[in-house]
C-alpha cells in the first residue's frame, strides 16, 4: 500500500468514526431530532420554502422518501406546507418556530460537544480544523456538480 493510500485510508476511517459519535450523540437522548429531521429543519433554515422536489434534489433522495420524511416532520409541528408564494403549482415546505427551536435546541447541543471536545485546541488549530471541514465539503460539492449553502458568517 502507498502512504497516499495509507493516508487516505486513515482519512477514511476517522470520517466513519466521525459519523459514528455524531449518531451516538442523538442516541444518548439528549438531541429531540432525528438525524433526517435535524438536516431538512438545517437546510429549510437558509432556504425556508423549498417543494419537495427541490429538497429531494437537495439531498439526492427520492421524492417519495422526502415526502415520508417531511410528512414525519407535519404530523409533529416541525415544517408546513404552504402556497408557492411564486404563484408556483407545487406547495412549499416551511419550517414551523417550533421546528426552529428544536433544530437550534439540538444544533446547541451539539456544539457544545464540539466545544467540549476543542477545549484543548489552540485558537490556530480550531481555525484549521474549520478550514479544512470546509475545503473537504465543497470538494464533495465539486465533485457532486452542486453547492450546499452555507450560513452567512457572524
Not at 29 to 34: A, E
Not at 52 to 69: G, P, V
Amino acid at each position: 500500500m502507498s502512504d497516499q493510500d495509507r493516508v487516505q485510508a486513515g482519512i477514511e476511517y476517522e470520517l466513519t468514526l466521525l459519523s459514528r459519535y455524531h449518531a451516538l450523540a442523538w442516541q444518548r437522548g439528549r438531541q429531540t431530532l432525528d438525524r433526517s429531521a435535524y438536516l431538512i429543519l438545517a437546510r429549510l433554515e437558509l432556504d425556508r420554502l423549498m417543494s419537495l422536489k427541490e429538497l429531494a434534489e437537495a439531498f439526492l433522495l427520492d421524492i417519495s422518501t422526502i415526502n415520508r420524511q417531511v410528512g414525519a416532520l407535519e404530523r409533529n409541528g416541525l415544517v408546513e406546507r404552504v402556497a408557492d408564494p411564486g404563484g408556483g403549482v407545487a406547495r412549499k415546505v416551511r419550517p414551523t418556530e417550533k421546528g426552529m427551536a428544536q433544530m437550534r435546541a439540538d444544533r446547541d447541543l451539539n456544539r457544545s460537544g464540539v466545544g467540549r471536545v476543542l477545549e484543548e485546541w489552540t485558537p490556530d488549530e480550531v481555525e484549521l480544523l474549520q478550514s479544512l471541514l470546509v475545503r473537504f465539503n465543497r470538494g464533495v460539492e465539486a465533485i457532486e456538480g452542486r453547492q450546499w449553502p452555507r450560513p452567512e458568517p457572524s
